[in-house]
């Protein structure tokens, strides 16, 4: 059979050679794998083969070949032989779902210690939450995953609308991570590629310190990846276990009405933002304790944790401020008083008011809306105050003054102990005379240029004690000195 029954039957009735016949079934292939490449395979195998068949009529009609409408039938096995070829139309138009079918291995992560490897990445939540001013908003979160034990760390953000996650909302999580108790600061970051994340790159060289030197302490997820993220399962897990609990879970479809408002939008979370961040991190706290199966073997996120901690295991810890101050751009100002102007605002500090006025002091700006700027005092971070006004009634101003004032003088005090006296007049007339010695050292230093510029120098020293040489006298002595500068210029 080359194309079918009824076909191959009619055809061979009507006399045709077999050569058109071949002709005609190696076209009819060729027509049927575009059809399954293209966007028609969307449709099913009965609309491509519906369109094959009229494609089985263009052909024979362009060979001269004339068969009844029955006889132009194609059976369904044979239209499904070529059905492979329905994922190149998948790979054109639907990455995600080419993505999602490529070959896999499986990964053991338990092998791996706590905070070895954390993935990070964002999702949005199918909650609906009221703002303070009373429009509903759907939350989002910044979620780390420690693949050593299967623990999540969130961070809820409530942003404006039509904001996105920024770069800050990832420094908040990673901050609030680094110095929550039993997480420290990681080994390496497997993070998505979204810009978001790019901040994090500016802490490679601390997370390099925690490692075997050539490690990479950054791996960016590709497009399209999302099964190589163990984070995407923890996702699924947390919607299912966690999120789907809270009041005003609108599902996966946010544009469905849910039954239990028949109908009308889901009702939103019935407490204020807080309070949603309250009951969401508790939620999650309880999932952490929850048993996992498959690799993990039945034991929770928690108790992998508390093996490996019994094993030796411990957090590596980061000075918070410090590494705040990372993720900051950098810049200097020079004290007044206890005070640095910084974008309009008066900063001040404890420790920065014990300076002397004029002394410059480096800052470190956060990229965070309404963060606090840092100053290095000596050699730590702080995070600096804006200057406080006090009512002129008020004596607390004036203690707050005298304890300023008390503080600098300490301070100057500590200075002078760590300088020697210096009699600065000594040391100057010292400087002087050192300085007429090196001078004297140069006088009456003779150059030897020859004994023909020896003689006219003399003879020069002479014409000007001599009373002035008349226009022809002048003349003859530059002819002399053009003479002698010639003879040296052959010398």
């Known amino acids: 059979m080359l194309v079918s029954r009824v076909f191959d039957r009619a055809f061979r009735g009507r006399g045709y050679s077999n050569r058109i016949h071949r002709d005609i079934a190696a076209e009819l292939e060729l027509a049927l794998k575009g ?95 009221t703002r303070v001013d009373g429009s509903p908003a759907w939350p989002k979160i910044v979620a780390f995953m420690d693949a050593g034990t299967g623990r999540v760390f969130v961070h809820l953000v409530l942003l404006e609308r039509g ?42 060289g601390a997370l390099q310190q925690l490692n075997e030197p050539g490690m990479r302490t950054l791996i960016y997820a590709r497009p399209y990846n999302a099964s190589a993220k163990p984070i995407e399962s923890l996702f699924a897990r947390l919607d299912r276990y966690v999120f789907s ?57 928690d108790g992998w944790l508390q093996s490996k901690v019994a094993t030796g295991w411990r957090s590596a810890t980061v000075d918070p401020l410090a590494l705040d101050a990372a993720f900051s751009d950098r810049d200097s100002r020079r004290s007044d008083r206890g005070v640095l102007k910084i974008g309009g605002q008066r900063f001040t500090h404890e420790k920065l008011a014990a300076l002397p006025s004029r002394t410059t002091v480096d800052l470190a700006l956060p990229w965070r809306r309404d963060a606090a700027p840092l100053a290095k005092l000596g050699e730590q971070w702080v995070y600096l105050q804006r200057e406080q006004l006090f009512p002129a009634r008020w004596i607390e101003g004036a203690q707050v003054s005298s304890r300023r004032q008390s503080e600098q003088s300490k301070y ?27 001078q004297s050292a140069f006088i009456g230093t003779r150059l030897d240029l020859g004994s023909d510029v020896e003689v006219r120098g003399k003879a020069m020293a002479e014409e000007l004690q001599s009373p002035r040489l008349e226009p022809a006298a002048a003349d003859r002595v530059r002819a002399r000195e053009m003479e002698i500068t010639q003879r040296l210029e052959r010398k």
């Open 412 to 438: 100057v005090s500590e200075l002078a102990r760590g300088a020697p006296k210096l009699d600065p007049v000594a040391a100057k007339i010292r400087w002087s005379k050192r300085q007429a010695q090196e």
């Open 163 to 204: 904001e996105g996650v920024r770069q800050e909302h990832v420094i908040e999580g990673f901050l609030a991570m680094v110095t929550s108790p039993n997480w420290g600061f990681p080994q390496g970051l497997y993070l998505d590629n979204g810009s978001e994340f790019g901040a994090l790159a500016k802490i490679d």
């Open 35 to 129: 059809l399954w490449a293209s966007r028609a395979e969307q449709a099913g195998s009965r609309e491509v083969r519906r369109l094959a068949e009229f494609l089985l009529l263009e052909i024979c009609e362009r060979r001269g070949v004339q068969l009844p409408a029955d006889a132009l039938r194609l059976s369904r096995r044979y239209v499904e032989r070529f059905s492979l070829y329905r994922v190149v139309n998948t790979r054109r138009n639907d990455r995600k779902a080419f993505d999602d079918a490529k070959p896999r291995i499986r990964r053991d992560w338990t092998d791996l210690a706590p905070m070895e490897r954390i993935v990070a990445d964002v999702k949005h939540l199918d909650v609906i939450v």
């Open 245 to 301: 609990l809270l009041p005003g879970y609108a599902g996966s479809n946010r544009m469905a009405k849910k039954t239990q408002t028949i109908g009308k939008p889901p009702k939103p979370f019935p407490g204020s933002w807080d309070e949603f961040c309250r009951t969401a991190q508790d939620l999650i706290t309880a999932h952490n304790q929850r048993p996992v199966g498959g690799q993990w073997a039945d034991r929770s996120p």
